[in-house]
């Protein structure tokens, strides 16, 4: 993917599909090159800020309810009693405050490898950092993929892998070795979400090898539930979850349906993106 700018418009553009998405700018609000990425935050004249790492959209401030429900409220839903949350990526801090609308839920862990993220967030989208002072939230900054090999066995309860796509620095969040050692530092009961990109574009190539390599991890069940997200590649995205000793097809659902406040999730879009379309099926099955 790549991405230009003119004077008015950020194009991101995706080669392999011959296809763009474009957002008109009004400013731009932050420039900063990390140790590992490039982080830009644009005003958008009709979506609010937007944030791009290596010229790659990572949310907006009019859509990312979308993609944070979905990776956050599915997972924790699926566990019988979820209390120990770790989150790999998310620096953004979205994804934190979702699994903190969860009583239950006594500490949640935040593992980003880029703290400029999160300072970008503080400043540019005050209102995904709100939760962030809530005694349960943890926010450590640190690679990923090194934090789980050092994790103790058995000892979370719901894994979200909420990254950029699978290159640079997230490349090894994608991996069949990472997944064989989330498997191990979960419960047994234990739920894994990762993003799993474009079902549109991805469902015979990513989606279907993230699938195959979570089997192959050791995880003894898969769903991926796709959903809206406009200002991702075809407009359309998934995430997909795993269990260890654990059914993903079934959830919650009359507690999926006292949660209240949200824009998108509920149980019966839940129960909704548990059915795949046959297009879909026909390619994770091929
Ligand atoms: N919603 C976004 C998407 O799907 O495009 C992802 C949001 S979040 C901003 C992605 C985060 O993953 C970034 O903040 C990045 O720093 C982090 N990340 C990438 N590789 C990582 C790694 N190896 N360990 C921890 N965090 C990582």
Known sequence: MSSTLDEHWFTETFADEGS???LEITDKLLDVTSPYQHLEVYATRTYGNLMVLDGCVMLTERDNFLYHEMIAHPALFTHRDPRRVVIIGGGDCGTLREVLRHPGVEQVTQIDIDEEVTKAAERCFPALTESNDDPRAELRFAD???WVEEAPEASIDVLIIDSTDPVG????LFKVDFLARCQRILKDGGVLVQQSESPLYHSG???RELRRDMLEAGFDSVATLPFPQPVYPSGW???TLAGKG???SDFRETDADD???LEYYSA???RGALSLPPFMQRLLDS
């Not at 620095?169 to 090894?172: C, D, T, V």
Request: no cysteine.
């Open 246 to 248: 654990s059914n993903v």
């Open 144 to 146: 990923g993929v090194k």
């Open 169 to 172: 620095p997230a490349e090894g």
């Open 237 to 239: 995205w998934s995430v």
């Open 205 to 207: 190539s990513i989606i």
């Open 20 to 22: 763009a998405f474009s």
């Open 268 to 270: 019966a879009i839940h």
């Open 259 to 261: 949660l209240t406040g």
